[in-house]
């Protein structure tokens, strides 16, 4: 069964940058592992900013972008702001199903 | 508005049964998958399962085969998730959200919260 890994924790300055990463046990993060990213903050459901890999949402901000990176997925923010401090989780399409990575907490500091 | 709006929050016994509602809005619902994800209580997103709402095909995921039942109510444009014998770790919170492609997630609804306990 896929496993799917994120930094469990990463701290960022405002107006820094900062880069997740989503790893799969199964092998490299593909075009076809449709990587999605999403946003939660306490108390709030989820939001998705990024799927398919790299594409936006329209309600995504700027500041955020998706890629593939070595064989990962990646979330990048820039210039950050106080309020993207949240749990951010990867969703990978694998084998048919569908697989959340344990989530990174990002510390806007 | 496109969302989807979840049932409220409910308290139940262990072995007891339960059905939670998710109602699209906003969109052609019948051509759409409706994904259900829990998290319990400090934890991460698990995906549990997803239903097609025109055709009731449905996907579950091994970790919660034979645990759930999904549904979908075309006439109401309403997606179900149900336990018939709930048990204390069902306790948490359940997310349903909307797939485009039957692979990316764009609508979440906002969450019902379920405790189980006796």
């Known amino acids: 069964q896929t496993v799917v890994t994120q930094e469990p924790s990463l701290t960022v300055s405002p107006g820094g940058t900062v880069t997740l990463t989503c790893a799969s046990t199964?092998?490299?993060?593909?075009?076809?592992?449709?990587a999605n990213w999403l946003q939660q903050k306490p108390g709030q459901a989820p939001r998705t900013l990024i799927y398919s890999s790299t594409n936006k949402h329209s309600w995504t901000p700027a500041r955020f972008s998706g890629s593939l990176l070595g064989g990962k997925a990646a979330l990048t923010l820039s210039d950050v702001q106080p309020e993207d401090e949240a749990d951010y989780y990867c969703l990978l399409y694998s084998g048919g199903t569908h697989v959340f990575g344990g989530g990174t907490k990002l510390t806007v500091l | 508005d496109v969302q989807l709006v979840q049932s409220g929050a409910e308290v139940r016994k262990p072995g007891e049964s339960l059905k939670i509602s998710c109602k699209g809005s906003g969109y052609k619902f019948t051509t759409y998958w409706i994904a259900w994800v829990r998290q319990m209580p400090g934890k991460g997103l698990e995906w549990m399962a997803m239903i097609y709402a025109g055709d009731s095909e449905t996907r579950v995921s091994p970790s919660f085969q034979g645990q759930v039942t999904l549904s979908i109510d075309t006439s109401t444009d309403t997606a179900y998730l149900q336990w018939s014998s709930l048990k204390a770790s069902d306790s948490g919170m359940y997310f349903c959200?909307?797939?485009?492609?039957?692979?990316?997630?764009?609508?979440w609804g906002q969450g019902t919260l379920v405790t189980v306990s006796s």
């Open positions: 199964t092998g490299a993060v593909t075009f076809g592992s449709y």
């Open positions: 959200a909307r797939l485009f492609g039957a692979k990316e997630v764009d609508l």
